[in-house]
């Protein structure tokens, strides 16, 4: 009997029936990446978008950049690559470098050839300081709201706000007394903390890791935790956020940051604003009415209390609308907290947290205006 040894590389009449695997260490390739994502792909229609804001904001990076040394990597591609972070919700800036290794998608996006290398993750955090100063959250998403605008996905006259609870880095044990009195903390990654028997208060305590954060609890019966404060604006036309801004977490600060946020949306024609109950209060709808902003906050007539607003405003079939559509500024919470930064900020301090917040809700804003802007598209394919 005879035996024939066949070679890996001259298949056999059997191999050649399902073909043969065949693995090489290297190859040439003249593909390119554009060629393999879809056209059809919902990445191309955001990478539109946020490039035509990008290009809008070249002279923003310069002033921050130094125009001599070594040259440092494009803020323009740090800012893509924290939006693929954002949208698939990457929990870590090391796991994106990870990601941007090998994922021929995100390498796409980001503006990075095949064959290019991907720059440390560290890189981030020093680069961030400089985009915060650059203001370049709060930019980019005046861009995308500019860019709503100018497609009529705006009405400017019927909006609502809203705040949220952005839960801090900080643990509520990391607090220690303001005068110094308190022992020394324990030796160990994660010490045992004995509260028993000791109020902690903002005015008496204050966590050494972020000292901005407050304590503050949602309502009754419900723990206190290192917080700060979400807010936001939106459109009433399709649900869009125009503005956000974050605040130390306090009883005031929802209403006090929603007259700022309207003060900086300015309109020609007489606006609506709707609300939950914690805006109804004499001197929130006083002070709306003193701008010309007819206040559509739901009524709060818990106990012996009475509501701040009456009949003028409730018996407009307009005040029924703001109250089932400002429910949609819930939507954009939801999304921003689904594994997204405002569920927990990783960051420390108020401008760094206040400019991934912004970020955050600029991109869910961007992936709005996109879909808004495809629609028509494929209604009428």
């Not at 125009?242 to 130390?248: F, M, N, R």
Request: include cysteine; hydrophobic fraction near 35%; charged fraction near 30%.
């Amino acid at each position: 009997m005879r035996i024939v040894q066949s070679s890996v590389n001259e298949p056999n009449e059997a191999d050649q029936m399902r073909g043969t695997d065949l693995q090489q260490g290297g190859m040439f390739s003249y593909v390119s990446l554009e060629s393999r994502v879809p056209a059809s792909h919902p990445l191309r229609g955001i990478k539109e978008l946020l490039d035509e804001a990008l290009s809008s904001m070249s002279r923003d990076f310069d002033r921050v950049y130094a125009g001599e040394g070594r040259p440092s990597i494009p803020p323009e591609r740090l800012v893509r690559a924290s939006t693929l972070q954002i949208l698939y919700s990457i929990r870590s800036e090391r796991l994106l470098c990870e990601q941007l290794d090998y994922n021929l998608l995100f390498r796409w996006f980001v503006g990075l050839s095949i064959d290019e290398p991907v720059w440390d993750h560290s890189s981030f955090t020093k680069n961030r300081d400089r985009l915060i100063e650059a203001k370049v959250a709060r930019k980019l998403l005046r861009r995308i709201v500019r860019r709503a605008d100018s497609a009529r996905l705006l009405s400017n006259e019927h909006f609502s706000v809203d705040g949220t609870l952005i839960e801090s880095w900080a643990a509520v044990k990391s607090m220690r007394r303001r005068d110094g009195k308190d022992e020394p903390p324990r030796p160990g990654r994660n010490p045992t903390v004995n509260w028993h028997g000791e109020k902690r208060t903002n005015e008496t305590h204050v966590s050494p890791k972020d000292p901005d954060a407050q304590l503050f609890c949602k309502g009754p019966r419900q723990a206190a935790k290192l917080s700060y404060m979400g807010h936001t604006l939106m459109d009433h036309r399709h649900g869009l956020i125009v503005d956000v801004q974050v605040t130390a977490a306090t009883g005031y600060a929802e209403r006090e940051t929603a007259l700022q946020l309207l003060d900086r949306n300015p309109g020609c024609k007489r606006r609506t604003v709707a609300a939950d109950k914690a805006y109804d209060t004499k001197q929130f709808v006083a002070e709306c009415r003193e701008r010309g902003i007819t206040p559509h906050v739901a009524m709060n007539e818990s106990g012996t209390r009475s509501s701040a607003i009456d009949a003028r405003t409730t018996r407009h079939p307009g005040y029924m609308s703001s109250q089932r559509l400002r429910k949609r500024i819930e939507e954009c919470f939801g999304w921003c907290k689904d594994g997204r930064p405002l569920r927990k900020m990783k960051l420390y301090g108020l401008h760094q947290v206040d400019f991934l917040t912004t970020l955050t809700v600029g991109i869910y804003t961007l992936l709005r205006v996109d879909k808004l802007l495809r629609a028509p598209v494929a209604a009428a394919s």
